[in-house]
C-alpha cells in the first residue's frame, strides 16, 4: 500500500562517500514511509540543502570537507528548526557524543549499526519527538557516559516487566515467554508495550541494551549497546 507523500518521512543524507549514501539511499527507498529528497558531500552542501528542503530528518557524517559536524549541526537546527539531525560515524568517542547532542543532535549512531535499527531511528525521532536521544556506540562509550551524569535511583519497570527483559535477553520468543511465565502471549505483548514506552525503546535489541546500559540487567555479550 503507498503512503502519501505528505506522510512520507523527508530525509536528506550529508556524507562525502558516495557508496555510502548510495547504501542508504537504496536501503531508506524500500521503506515506502521515507523518501530521501536530497543528498550533500560536504558541510556547506549540506546546509544549503537543508535551508532549501527542510527535511524532517538529515542523516550527517562527522568528518566532510567544511565545518566541523557541531557547526553544521548547530547552523542547521538554526534554518531549519524542525530538522531532527541524526549523527551517523564511525567514531566511537563518547566527547564527541556529548558534544554533538549538545549542539542538537537528537540521535548518535555508529555506522556499524544494523539495517532494522537504522531504520527504526530514524522513523522513532520524527513519530515519537519527545523521547529521549538514540544512542548506538560501544558499552564502554555509554559506561563512560554514564559516568558524567547523575545516577537515578530506582528502575521504572516492574518486577514482572523485568521477568520478560531478561527473557527477552536470553532470545526467547513471545511463545517462549509465556510459556515461561504462565501468562498468555497477549499479556507479553502488553508487557512490551510497557517496556518499550518506560525505556523509550525502538525495538526487542533497543530495550536489551538500554536496560543494560542502565545496569536494570546483566550485560549479555560484548556487542555493541544500541538504546
Known amino acids: 500500500m503507498s503512503i502519501p507523500v505528505r506522510s512520507q518521512i523527508r ?13 542508504i539511499r537504496e536501503m531508506l527507498s524500500t521503506e515506502p514511509e521515507f523518501a530521501v529528497v536530497g ?18 530528518v538529515l542523516l550527517l557524517d562527522v568528518e566532510m570537507p567544511g565545518p566541523g559536524a557541531r557547526a553544521v549541526i548547530r547552523q542547521a537546527r538554526q534554518v531549519a ?29 555508529l555506522k556499524t549499526i544494523l539495517r532494522d535499527d537504522l531504520i ?9 519527538p519527545s523521547q529521549s536521544v538514540l544512542l548506538a556506540v560501544s558499552r564502554e562509550t ?28 536470553e532470545a526467547m520468543s513471545n511463545a517462549q515467554i509465556a510459556s515461561r511465565l504462565f501468562i498468555t502471549e497477549a499479556t507479553v505483548k502488553r508487557h512490551l508495550t510497557n517496556i518499550y514506552a ?30
Do not use: W
Not at 84 to 102: A, F
Open 81 to 109: 528548526p524542525e530538522t531532527r539531525v541524526i549523527v551517523l560515524t564511525m567514531h566511537d568517542d563518547p566527547d564527541m557524543v556529548h558534544e554533538l547532542l549538545e549542539a542538537g543532535a537528537v540521535a548518535y549512531l
Open 142 to 169: 555509554v559506561e563512560r557516559l554514564d559516568r558524567q551524569k547523575p545516577r537515578t535511583t530506582g528502575t521504572p519497570l516492574t518486577a514482572r516487566e523485568l521477568e520478560v527483559l531478561r527473557l527477552i535477553a
Open 39 to 56: 543528498e550533500a558531500s560536504s558541510g556547506p552542501e549540506a546546509l544549503a540543502m537543508v535551508a532549501r528542503l527542510r527535511p524532517e
Open 11 to 23: 530525509v536528506c543524507l550529508a556524507d562525502d562517500h558516495n557508496l555510502l549514501r548510495d547504501g
Open 198 to 227: 518506560k525505556l523509550h525503546a525502538v525495538s526487542r535489541v533497543d530495550a536489551i541494551r538500554k536496560a543494560t546500559a542502565a545496569r536494570l540487567i546483566k550485560p549479555m555479550d560484548d556487542h555493541p549497546t544500541v538504546f
Open 120 to 128: 527504526a531511528a530514524v522513523r522513532s525521532v520524527v513519530r515519537r
